[in-house]
């Protein structure tokens, strides 16, 4: 899996330092690169990020930031800085490692929460994009490690297109950031980031898998989740197969693909539901679901998809879900019709289900 945690966000920072390093002697006063900032300025910007991201999983905030900020003392220099840089990294990763599973906290990209992988992230992010800004300034080379980079638009940027040659995973981080130019692709002139969504269902939680998550699901692996004894089941590796070569291929787009169904009581994984692409060009998104046989027979696949159903047809230009079950899965049937789709003609050998907007 392409993993993410403390270990990534030491990477980075042991980078960053490295680098800055090398520059300690400069000007820091200049512009960074890109920026309004001075070089000392961005500094401090990264580690007030890092103790934000830090502090929203400490302090469990829900719907705005825990007010407070990260000021370098006056005089301080680059040197200084690099040490400040270096000692918020290990906090954020030391929260990171010690944040409980399920616990999620407020960032606005792009539904209000993200958990403790997603700031993760979102701190490596910081650290090697502002490194760069530095860098370019003060005329030092500043790429990191590609499988950080890598790891980063698996979790961040699902609906970029990865990078087409070994590589390539930095000039596509920058490309994505409106930081660079990639051939054949067009310039980005705003970007934000997108942190895996999470909504509630009644008794389960429906967790969007990140593409990262989605190889290591098809590969065999957990995707990071703990799962309920014989899960998960081979329609949810077959879903996150699909994730997989979507966004190997560019056309993955989120909140399109899947989800894992989590128990809200113990955050144990019992299932997988989502999406085989978005809608069509008449508005029609198939759904398909899947649960681990342990878990069956409880409503849990029924709470879910009238949940995600009723989200997904509030969205622009959604005019119906589409469910196709085998004949003889009459169960599978059963789930579609609680939750709200009606029996439409059948599709080939399959039976359809229909729920419209």
Not at 56 to 70: H, M
Not at 91 to 99: I, P
Not at 110 to 118: K, N, Q
Request: net charge negative.
């Amino acid at each position: 899996m392409l993993y993410m945690g403390g270990e990534q966000i030491e990477e980075a920072v042991t980078h960053a330092a490295k680098v800055l390093r090398t520059a300690a002697e400069r000007d820091w006063s200049v512009k960074a690169g890109g920026s309004d900032w001075s070089c000392l300025k961005t500094a401090e910007h990264i580690a007030g990020c890092l103790v934000a991201y830090a502090g929203q999983l400490t302090g469990r905030a829900t719907d705005t930031w825990v007010p407070f900020e990260v000021a370098f003392d006056e005089g301080s220099g680059p040197a200084d800085a690099i040490s400040v840089l270096e000692a918020t990294g290990g906090l954020l990763a030391a929260v990171v490692r010690t944040t409980p599973p399920g616990v999620r906290a407020y960032h606005p990209y792009p539904s209000g929460s993200a958990d403790a992988v997603g700031f993760a992230a979102m701190g490596v992010a910081e650290v090697l994009l502002h490194t760069y800004d530095i860098a370019r300034a003060l005329g030092v080379d500043a790429e990191p490690p590609a499988a950080l980079c890598e790891a980063v638009l698996a979790r961040l940027f699902p609906q970029v297109t990865p990078a087409r040659t070994p590589g390539d995973q930095w000039a596509t981080l920058l490309w994505a950031t409106g930081r660079g130019v990639l051939p054949g692709r067009p310039k980005v002139e705003s970007w934000r980031w997108h942190n895996a969504l999470s909504i509630p269902a009644g008794r389960v939680v429906l967790r969007e898998v990140t593409p990262a998550a989605a190889v290591d699901l098809a590969a065999g692996g957990t995707g990071g989740f703990t799962w309920i004894e014989g899960g998960p089941y081979e329609g949810t590796r077959s879903a996150a197969e699909m994730v997989t070569k979507a966004y190997a291929s560019g056309v993955h787009r989120p909140e399109w693909g899947m989800f894992v169904l989590v128990r809200a009581q113990d955050e144990v994984a019992v299932g997988g539901m989502g999406f085989h692409g978005p809608p069509d060009e008449e508005g029609v998104a198939e759904v398909g679901y899947d649960l681990a046989p342990a878990a069956r027979g409880r409503g849990y696949a029924s709470e879910a998809l009238r949940t995600l159903s009723s989200l997904a047809l509030e969205r622009p230009g959604v005019a119906a879900l589409l469910a196709l079950t085998e004949p003889e899965n009459s169960a599978s049937g059963a789930v579609a019709t609680r939750a709200g789709y009606a029996p439409a003609p059948n599709r080939e050998n399959l039976r359809a289900y229909v729920r419209p907007a």
